[in-house]
Nanobody, 126 residues
């Protein structure tokens, strides 16, 4: 019912910045929790950042202080500002939406999410 499309990925040098966007269409609603996840080759999918309907946020320890998640409900768009990128940030980044309205704050657990985009690649060179 909702379609998600990521954009903004690319190749940058360590220390650089990127801003990812996730455009939602279809059955959109600001009452869901939204999240960013990433997966590198040979690694499990990892929750990076999440934001709930009240703009509460949660971050993985590995990106805390460097990444910022935000949402523009009027534009049905989710963002991930990534600063001071490191080589280990290299991965395919996905945006996702929870299967239910969020009432207990943001979650980084992938099992809570139902709708997924196809991903945008972020490559950081050292």
């Amino acid at each position: 019912q909702v379609q998600l499309r990521e954009s903004g990925g690319g190749s940058v040098q360590a220390g650089g910045s990127l801003r990812l966007s996730c455009a939602a269409s279809g059955a959109t609603s600001s009452r869901f929790c939204m999240g960013w996840f990433r997966q590198a080759p040979g690694k499990e999918r990892e929750g990076v950042a999440a934001i709930d309907s009240a703009d509460g946020t949660k971050y993985a320890d590995s990106v805390y202080g460097r990444f910022t998640i935000s949402r523009d409900n009027a534009k049905n768009t989710l963002y991930l500002q990534m600063n001071n990128l490191k080589f280990e940030d290299t991965a395919l980044y996905y945006c996702a939406r929870t299967k239910r309205f969020s009432v207990h704050g943001p979650s980084l657990a992938s099992s809570w999410y139902e709708s997924w985009g196809q991903g945008t690649q972020v490559t950081v060179s050292s």
